[in-house]
Nanobody, 123 residues
Framework: QVQLLESGGGSVQTGGSLTLSCAAS????????MAWFRQAPGKDREGVAH???????YYADSVRGRFTISQDNAKNTLYLEMNNLKPEDSDMYYC?????????????????WGQGTQVTVSS
């Protein structure tokens, strides 16, 4: 069983930065792929970035060049560094994990989810 706990959300102004963290428990094999998603009320969950056990990363077009996903295996923690934030980045951000190194942005393939952390960017 894997448990995920996000933190680091908050309110910033346009152009500001935040770093989200996701503390993970459970076997590393159960979280061979980890991802960040975001979701606004009434909208579908959207993939933001993912990283696999080999360190391969991928980003949504909307955040590429502004966000960086990384993981510290010694601390069992996933990060999302967000720079040059825009009002359209305002969402609930979720950490997710799956037990395969093959990552996609399809939320249904992920086995485990955190409770989310809110990011609000004001203009």
């Amino acid at each position: 069983q894997v448990q995920l706990l996000e933190s680091g959300g908050g309110s910033v102004q346009t152009g500001g930065s935040l770093t989200l963290s996701c503390a993970a428990s459970g076997s590393p094999n159960s979280r061979a792929c980890m991802a960040w998603f975001r979701q606004a009320p009434g909208k579908d969950r959207e993939g933001v970035a993912h990283i696999n056990a080999h360190g391969t990363t991928y980003y949504a077009d909307s955040v590429r060049g502004r966000f960086t996903i990384s993981q510290d295996n010694a601390k069992n923690t996933l990060y999302l560094e967000m720079n040059n934030l825009k009002p359209e980045d305002s969402d609930m951000y979720y950490c997710a994990a799956r037990n395969s190194w093959y990552c996609t942005f399809a939320p249904q393939i992920y086995n485990y989810w955190g409770q989310g952390t809110q990011v609000t960017v004001s203009s």
